[in-house]
């Protein structure tokens, strides 16, 4: 009996056989079930990035992605596979970055969606070392704080953190040191520097 071929339009039927999406059914199912989200992804990537210059691309590669792995197969709960996407392309933009502001990831459990366990698994991790670090950051003195977080998670140079901090550029270098060190030594134990040699 010869198989019946499945009309381009029909997107559930060639994504759930296995067989590869046609670009007309997944350019339907793009706008039919992604675009409506845009909103609340907006919303999402507001709440979760630092820079509003950067929402709009953001956004677009984003559905570069989704469109991307719609081609292989067709997901069952598109909202969710759009915000898992977003979730994740903004880890790895942070991860890339090497500057973990902490506002980054402040929301990523109020999205409610489910992810595949290893993901979620990792996020998990990711957030306690978030928590860990910021604990530790409370325990250093707060001149020395305010110049380790201006220096880590705003990124700025030595000569800026000097100006806001109304220091010179020695004392501004002097506060990183001294609160890199401390970080180091509360996150990881003393450092071979400070420890007695037998």
């Not at 992804?41 to 210059?53: D, E, G, T």
Request: with cysteine; charged share 25%.
């Amino acid at each position: 009996m010869a198989e019946t071929p499945v009309p381009e339009h029909d997107v559930n039927g060639p994504n759930r056989q296995g067989r590869a999406v046609t670009n007309g059914a997944v350019t339907a199912w793009f706008i039919r079930e992604i675009l409506p989200l845009e909103a609340n992804l907006m919303r999402y990537l507001q709440h979760n990035w630092r820079n509003a210059s950067d929402l709009p691309d953001l956004r677009q590669e984003i559905y570069a992605r989704v469109l991307e792995a719609a081609q292989e197969k067709l997901p069952d709960n598109p909202r969710n596979f759009l915000f898992v996407c977003a979730r994740n392309h903004l880890i790895n933009l942070v991860r890339r970055e090497q500057v973990v502001p902490m506002e980054t990831f402040a929301d990523l459990d109020a999205l409610g969606v489910a992810s595949a366990a290893p993901q979620a698994d990792r996020l998990v991790m990711e957030q306690e070392e978030l928590r860990r670090v910021e604990a530790a950051l409370e325990k250093l003195p707060a001149r020395t704080r305010e110049a380790v977080a201006l220096a880590y998670f705003e990124g700025l140079s030595r000569t800026e953190i000097a100006k806001r901090m109304g220091v010179s550029h020695q004392a501004a270098s002097r506060f990183i040191a001294k609160g890199t060190l401390a970080l180091g030594d509360i996150l990881f134990g003393p450092s071979a520097e400070g420890e007695q040699k037998p």
